[in-house]
């Protein structure tokens, strides 16, 4: 359990009630030892209108969502058993589940651990103590990103080829899994070859909603892009650094 000093969250919090006209709520599987905390995120999710199951272990997570796939994951990083790191290792190794975003919620808060559990597959890191509102903004900021309709047409640059309507991404004939954000971001980049983007840029056109996500981000999207799509990651064909600039993205010769 993470030792985190009682009754911060209620002063913290107050309820964010924007809720969703759908017929269908959007389901959301939240892992938190802490039953104060996992009450308190509950509670502001389900107020704005979203169906949430809590887990106090990472117990039985991955064969429930294989069962009935969430819209998005909430995990802490520090539980029983199966740790918020493992899970979302597994579920980005999971091709039923591995599109689905993960937000990380824990009391580790270091820029290490914030960049660990991007590259591991986090679409956004969540430090405690936490403002609930800010919580319930940063869930609907990452499921707003994949609402988002990419353009239609499949794309094929070298030995990469990317079906936007499917969501597939193939590297020499082989199909690679990513996460949501990755697909995003590499179909940008893709779409614009030989363009030089800057990391704000990036931010303004992929993410959007930017006040959650930092350019150090967009980095380590890049490396976990180079490491699918690169036959070598340290010296890439496609996904180039500028220094000083950014990134472009080149068809090779």
Known sequence: MNAMPKNWYWVLGASYCVHYNNSVK???????????????????????GFSV????????????????????????????????????????????LASVPVIFLTAKSSEADRVLGLEIGADDYIPKPFSP??????????????????????LKVGDIAIDPAAMILTVGGQTVPTTAT?????????????????????????????SYVTPRSVDVYVRRIREKIEPDPE?????????????RFEAPK
């Not at 959007?26 to 704005?48: A, G, K």
């Not at 990472?58 to 493992?86: H, T």
């Not at 971001?185 to 070859?193: E, G, I, K, P």
Request: proline fraction near 8%; charged fraction near 30%.
């Open 235 to 247: 010296n890439p064909r496609y996904l180039k650094t500028v220094r000083g600039a950014g990134y």
């Open 133 to 154: 509102r800010e919580l319930v903004a940063r869930v609907k900021a990452v499921l707003r990103r994949f609402e988002r309709p990419l353009p239609p047409s499949p």
């Open 53 to 96: 199951r809590v887990y106090s272990t990472g117990a039985n997570v991955i064969s429930d969502a294989e069962r009935q796939r969430p819209s998005l994951f909430v995990l802490d990083i520090m539980v029983p058993g199966k740790d918020g790191l493992e899970l979302c290792r597994t579920v980005r190794q999971t091709p039923g």
């Open 182 to 210: 990755e697909f995003r971001l590499l179909d940008y980049f893709a779409r614009h070859v030989g363009r030089v983007f800057s990391r704000d840029h990036l931010l303004d056109s992929v993410w959007r909603d930017t």
């Open 26 to 48: 959007p389901s959301i599987f939240v892992v938190e030892d802490d039953p104060d905390i996992s009450r308190l995120v509950r509670h502001h999710l389900e107020n704005d």
